[in-house]
Structures are given as C-alpha cells and as structure tokens.
C-alpha cells in the first residue's frame, strides 16, 4: 500500500503499439494544445487529451484505422494527421466470423518453469488452498437475506473476537431462489454459481446453508446430498418456517452453528503452499486506453509468471474478447479447447441478440472519455491480460475451474457478475486494473487494483495497490511491473499485506448471472 512514485515531467509523447499502427496514443497527463510538436516532429492540429488517439498519417474517407496491428475501425471521413481520432470518426468492423477461427494453429510452447515460489496458505482437505479463513453462510433465497445479515453482524460484534484466526464471517446473499422458472435451461447456470460459490477455498469446507422452506431453490437441490464430500462436517441447513419459536430463536439456532464451524476454522493455521496452488483471477473495470498499454500487459507478464509457477489464471468477460476470438483460437492449446472457446462465444452472440444488443454495447461512457472508441480497441488491450501462454481450457459461466495454466472461464463483462463468477470458479486472488477508477473490492479473497496512469494513482494513492502508469512514462517497463505485481499477489495471499481494499474493507455484493425468465 506505497504510494506511487511520482512521474518524471516528458515532452509530448506518445505510444505506438504496433509498426503498422497509423494511430497512437498520447501519454501526457491532462491535455497537449494544437500547435505541441513531438520529437518525431508530429504538429498537432488541435487539442487531444491524454489517453486518446493522434492520427500519424492522413487517413482518407474510408480508411482503416490500425491499432495494436489491427484494424479497430474505418474513418468516416478524411481524417489528418496530428489530428483527434475518436469513436465520432470511425465505424467498428464485424466481429470475427467464429466458423472461419483458426484451432490450435498458433499453439505458444511452454515457457521455462519458475520454481521456488512459494505463498502461506489454508490448505483443504480437497487440495485447494485458501488465502483467507472465512466462514461462509450462504443462503437459498433473498427472502431470508435480512435475516441472515442481522445474525452475520451479530456474530462479528459478539462470537468471532473469540476466534482470532477467523478473518471474517460473510453472508452469501442474493436475489434469487424463487419467483423464477427454476426448471429452465438458464436457470442452471445461478443454481451452480452459488453451489460452487459455497465451495470457493477461502471457506475451508465449513458451510451453513440458510433457507425459507418454500423456495424453489431448495437446499437439496443447491447442494445434492454426497455432491460434494470435501466439506469437513456434515452440511449445516437452518429452515427458517420449521422453526417453533420467532425471529430470536431464528437467529441464535443460526449463531449457534456459526460458532461450530467457526471453533473448526479457528484451528487452522496457514502453511507453506507453493505457487502452484494459487487461482488468480484477472478482471478490468473502468477501462481507458492505456488499459492495454501499461496495465495490462503488465499483468499479462505477472500471468505467464505464474503460469510458469504452475498456477491456474482465469481470464473472463466475453464481450471484451470477443473481437479477439481468432487470436485465442489459434493459441488454444487443442482444437477441442478451440472448440469450447467458441461454444461460450456462439452462447454469448445468441444471448446478446435475443435481448436486442450485441457487443458494441459494451463501452461505457467512462471508456470512450478515457480514449477507447469502440469495443474492438477495447478488446485488443483487454486480452493483453491474458499474457502470451498457450490456453489450457475453457469454463461456462459457474463452473468450477480445475485446470492449470490459463483458462478462459466465461462471463459477462459486469465487474460485480464477473467477480461472483470466478469466485464460483475457485478463485483465491483477484487481479483488477482500472484507468478511470473504481473502489471495487470482493469480501471473499483480496482485490490487487492495478492502475493503468500515474494520474490516477496519484490521486487514488489509498485505493490502488500498483501504478503501471510509470510504464507509459518510461521510468518502468512491463516486466519490472510484471514482476512487481508477481511479487505483491505473493505477499498478500501469504496475509503479510493488506491491499487498499481489504483496509478499507471495500467489498462489493455478490451478483448472480440469471439468463433464465422470472416469473
């Protein structure tokens, strides 16, 4: 939690990603005026601020606009160079045809193995490993989510001062469970989402289950008797209506089981685990573009470290790869693999389109101020991420991740959805790189916010744990920040550091992903 260095003063720059590229980005903070000369001797024709886009050459009508080597879109009109390029001036292309992606035709080979790498974790009886020791009380229904938060701050306030080697209590709380068609085909994915939620490794396999009693979602079926038999008791279930007294007796028979899975808890001590056992989820929110400049591709050389380390690496949010298919295709690691990377995309489109939206509805208003123009640009520095390893497998939205290496684990672009998501996928650290900021946090595992300027993490100096805007200002390059934030992911899931939001105790609702019809 060091603030940031402060960046060197530069005259006007700006970074080129790919030689073909005839756009670039300007690096100064706020805003270069017309008339500022960059030492290649380009002459602005009019302001443009930082983040955002300066023609390198004259682009007729018509024209494609190349960034990261790709085309991100076609000029409306004439467009000259020093000139301003932004979404107003362009058309998005098409997105990649999924019949005509290559399979496993680009397969990167293995990077050398980094061993000796090591973090202290709980470890579980299943083998997964925790980086926190929290108890988890997940509920059926919201019906009973007031009633849950009620017994959760009691038990913070009044049983677990007494058990000092719990980090928390946390309520698993949603809006789902009843009023919906629990039978049909998208109700499966919340159902597993919070059956795998329950299972995430910072929980220790000690669960309470809370229901109603006449849900649609009963207990039996979010977690089928003998489904899962790594929890270390017998599932603990209260039904609210088979009480025989009132809401006080409700409440301390709830209190009551907490405080036996929280005794069993208390026992565990963190043990040398190495950083194989490490499933790190990657995430982006309020992205700009230097998104995929600086941040995040400082994160992607933290993901082939950890790759090489023999961890699992979870990228998501379809949309924000959509544009990118083919390259992922190609890098798959079997044409099988290829063939599931597709399958969530194809599930995506469809999805996309019966509720009247496709993927150009993804950038936020925040994205284009902080110079994205489009979802394809988005999706170029999105994938950045991802680093340059071979993809390993590929998760539908709710399932448990159980590979190693990187794996694609499908879902909507939503921060909050997303983040519930890979929780449900076992993710024991979480990796989020932001350019216009956020406080997101996550109560379940820590939160390392990656800052894409130098801006930005000046002012937010007790938000965000990481600047990798000293990259686009030269005074650090991708794989020292690469290696920074290697190093950080180790030290926080070990608990010897605390990340801004863990301090402020910042942590966001779970949010379920529901495709299926309420009723």
């Not at 001036?89 to 990167?108: E, K, S």
């Not at 001590?269 to 950083?275: E, F, K």
């Not at 690469?482 to 605390?498: C, D, Q, T, Y």
């Given at each position: 939690?060091?603030?940031?260095?402060?960046?060197?003063?530069?005259?006007?720059?700006?970074?080129?990603?790919?030689?073909?590229?005839?756009?670039?980005?300007?690096?100064?903070?706020?805003?270069?005026?017309?008339?500022?000369v960059?030492?290649?001797?380009?002459?602005l024709?009019?302001?443009?601020?930082?983040?955002?886009?300066?023609?390198?050459?004259?682009?007729?009508?018509?024209?494609?606009?190349?960034r990261?080597?790709?085309v991100?879109?076609y000029?409306?009109?004439?467009?000259?160079?020093g000139?301003r390029?932004?979404?107003?001036?362009?058309?998005?292309?098409?997105?990649?045809?999924?019949?005509?992606?290559?399979?496993?035709t680009?397969?990167?080979?293995?990077?050398?193995?980094?061993?000796?790498?090591?973090?202290d974790?709980?470890?579980?009886?299943?083998?997964?490993?925790?980086?926190?020791?929290?108890?988890?009380?997940?509920?059926?229904?919201?019906?009973?989510a007031?009633?849950?938060?009620?017994?959760?701050?009691?038990?913070?306030?009044?049983?677990?001062?007494?058990?000092?080697?719990?980090?928390?209590?946390?309520?698993?709380?949603?809006?789902?469970?009843c009023?919906?068609?629990?039978?049909?085909?998208?109700?499966?994915?919340?159902?597993?989402?919070?059956?795998?939620?329950?299972?995430?490794?910072?929980?220790?396999?000690?669960?309470?289950?809370?229901?109603?009693?006449?849900?649609?979602?009963?207990?039996?079926?979010?977690?089928?008797?003998?489904?899962?038999?790594?929890?270390?008791?017998?599932?603990?279930?209260?039904?609210?209506?088979?009480?025989?007294?009132?809401?006080?007796?409700?409440?301390?028979?709830?209190?009551?089981?907490?405080?036996?899975?929280?005794?069993?808890?208390n026992?565990?001590?963190?043990?040398?685990?190495?950083?194989?056992?490490?499933?790190?989820?990657?995430?982006?929110?309020?992205?700009?573009?230097?998104?995929?400049?600086t941040?995040?591709?400082?994160?992607?050389?933290?993901a082939?470290l950890?790759?090489?380390?023999?961890?699992?690496?979870?990228?998501?949010?379809?949309?924000?790869?959509?544009?990118?298919?083919?390259?992922l295709?190609?890098?798959?690691?079997?044409?099988?693999?290829?063939?599931?990377?597709?399958?969530?995309?194809a599930?995506?489109?469809?999805?996309?389109?019966?509720?009247?939206?496709?993927?150009?509805?993804?950038p936020?208003?925040?994205?284009?101020?902080?110079?994205?123009?489009?979802?394809?640009?988005?999706?170029?520095?999105?994938?950045?991420?991802?680093?340059?390893?071979?993809?390993?497998?590929?998760?539908?939205?709710g399932?448990r991740?159980?590979?190693?290496?990187?794996?694609?684990?499908?879902?909507?672009?939503?921060?909050?959805?997303?983040?519930t998501?890979?929780?449900?996928?076992?993710m024991?650290?979480?990796?989020?790189?932001?350019?216009?900021?956020?406080?997101?946090?996550?109560?379940?595992?820590?939160?390392?916010?990656?800052?894409?300027?130098?801006?930005?993490?000046?002012?937010?100096?007790?938000?965000?744990?990481?600047?990798?805007?000293?990259?686009?200002?030269?005074?650090?390059?991708?794989?020292?920040?690469?290696?920074?934030?290697?190093?950080?992911?180790?030290?926080?899931?070990?608990?010897?550091?605390?990340?801004?939001?863990?301090?402020?105790?910042?942590?966001?609702?779970?949010?379920l992903f529901?495709?299926?019809?309420?009723?």
């Amino acid at each position: 939690m060091n603030s940031p260095a402060q960046p060197r003063c530069i005259r006007p720059r700006y970074i080129r990603i790919d030689a073909r590229d005839n756009v670039a980005v300007v690096v100064n903070q706020g805003c270069l005026q017309a008339g500022s000369v960059f030492p290649c001797g380009l002459v602005l024709t009019e302001p443009i601020p930082e983040a955002h886009k300066v023609a390198l050459a004259d682009l007729a009508e018509g024209a494609a606009v190349l960034r990261y080597g790709v085309v991100i879109g076609y000029a409306k009109q004439a467009i000259a160079r020093g000139s301003r390029v932004h979404e107003g001036l362009m058309t998005a292309p098409t997105a990649p045809l999924l019949a005509d992606c290559p399979l496993a035709t680009a397969v990167p080979g293995p990077l050398p193995k980094l061993d000796g790498y090591t973090f202290d974790g709980y470890r579980n009886s299943d083998g997964s490993v925790g980086t926190k020791n929290i108890l988890a009380i997940s509920t059926t229904v919201q019906c009973v989510a007031a009633t849950v938060d009620y017994a959760v701050r009691r038990i913070k306030a009044e049983i677990l001062p007494h058990y000092p080697n719990v980090d928390d209590v946390v309520a698993i709380a949603h809006h789902y469970g009843c009023g919906v068609a629990i039978d049909a085909p998208g109700a499966a994915i919340p159902i597993r989402t919070l059956r795998n939620l329950s299972l995430n490794p910072n929980f220790g396999g000690e669960m309470l289950l809370v229901s109603l009693g006449c849900e649609k979602l009963q207990p039996a079926r979010m977690i089928p008797d003998g489904t899962f038999p790594v929890f270390a008791d017998e599932l603990s279930v209260a039904v609210l209506q088979d009480a025989e007294q009132g809401f006080g007796e409700m409440v301390a028979n709830i209190m009551a089981q907490a405080e036996k899975k929280l005794k069993r808890l208390n026992e565990r001590r963190r043990v040398s685990c190495s950083a194989a056992d490490l499933v790190v989820g990657l995430q982006c929110g309020g992205s700009d573009a230097f998104s995929g400049v600086t941040a995040n591709p400082a994160v992607g050389w933290a993901a082939d470290l950890l790759v090489r380390a023999g961890a699992t690496v979870m990228f998501s949010e379809v949309t924000e790869v959509r544009d990118a298919a083919h390259l992922l295709t190609a890098r798959s690691a079997t044409p099988e693999i290829a063939n599931d990377f597709i399958r969530e995309m194809a599930w995506y489109d469809a999805y996309l389109e019966s509720g009247g939206a496709d993927r150009q509805a993804n950038p936020t208003p925040g994205n284009k101020k902080g110079g994205l123009a489009n979802v394809v640009e988005k999706a170029m520095g999105s994938v950045a991420k991802a680093g340059s390893t071979a993809l390993m497998g590929v998760v539908a939205p709710g399932e448990r991740v159980t590979q190693k290496g990187l794996v694609f684990a499908a879902t909507p672009a939503s921060d909050f959805i997303c983040g519930t998501l890979q929780l449900a996928a076992a993710m024991n650290m979480h990796i989020f790189t932001t350019g216009r900021g956020t406080p997101y946090g996550l109560s379940v595992v820590p939160v390392i916010k990656v800052a894409t300027n130098s801006g930005l993490a000046g002012r937010w100096h007790d938000l965000i744990d990481v600047d990798a805007g000293r990259i686009a200002t030269a005074d650090a390059t991708v794989e020292e920040v690469g290696w920074e934030i290697f190093r950080l992911i180790l030290e926080v899931a070990s608990g010897r550091k605390k990340t801004w939001a863990d301090h402020w105790g910042l942590h966001n609702e779970f949010v379920l992903f529901n495709p299926g019809p309420v009723t």
